[in-house]
């Protein structure tokens, strides 16, 4: 579970991967007050944090995808710190995220974006027992790539 | 082009459709407030009406679909008022959206949650040259049908 006092060994992270802009569509260019509002996602939403020995490893963060006739399903993010990848932080969030989802009666998660160059982001997702749905062709704009795919991946909870 | 002075033409429109919540995964409860953050997307986002005799027929807005690495997808959405359908109303918004989005080198537009039982949206989309990518299924919960579909529908610009 995240608390405020989390957040200056949570923001070198989010930091990292933001301004990398190689994994994900955030804004490379945010602020440290913009990533705070961006990542820590009021109620209904959760976040927690990946912690060893007062170290945080990771942080997920999850959520109702959508409003009104979509908020059966969830969606969330994860991030693990570059030195903690490898050690199954990122599959440990994930079976925590299905696990809130389930507990809180969600049909399902959705993540809407994720870039198909991130092939160890997509290769834990699908051992999770997700799905890609489809494939937007080239709308992520990667640094060195170029413009790759965007899934769209999925796991009923049903 | 909508201005301000719009807004109490365009908020009926709204209003019978998010409270419907049979199109759209918006919150039915959201209040007039909530609705004009929600449509009137600001720049680089762009709102127009469909005005006929200074009644207004629909509306449109239009933005980047995802920031950073994304933001070279648009995306956006359309109302149009319950007496102006069937009259080629949504096809002008459309085309005038492909035309911001061309205009404003955009490398194609998509569309992340059309819902499966709204056939003359997914209709409509599919004759202005819009594909569906993916399906995430049940994610869609209609007042009367239940849980149906909801497309991932993209038109290539590059």
Redesign the interface.
Known sequence: MYEERDWPLVWPIIEDI?RK??T?????H?TEAQAHEMWVTPPPGHVVVAVEDHAVLGTANMYP?????????ASGNFMVAPGARGRGVGRALGEYLLGWARADGF??V?F??V?ASNTPAVGLYERLGFT????????????THG?VG?H?M?H?L?
Chains 1, 2 share one sequence.
């Open positions: 933001v802009a190689d994900f569509c955030y804004d490379p945010q995808n959508r409003p009104g006739p979509g908020a059966h399903i049909r399902g959705q809407n974006a870039a890609i749905i489809g494939t937007v062709p080239g709308a992520f704009w990667h640094p413009p965007l769209i999925y009923n049903s």
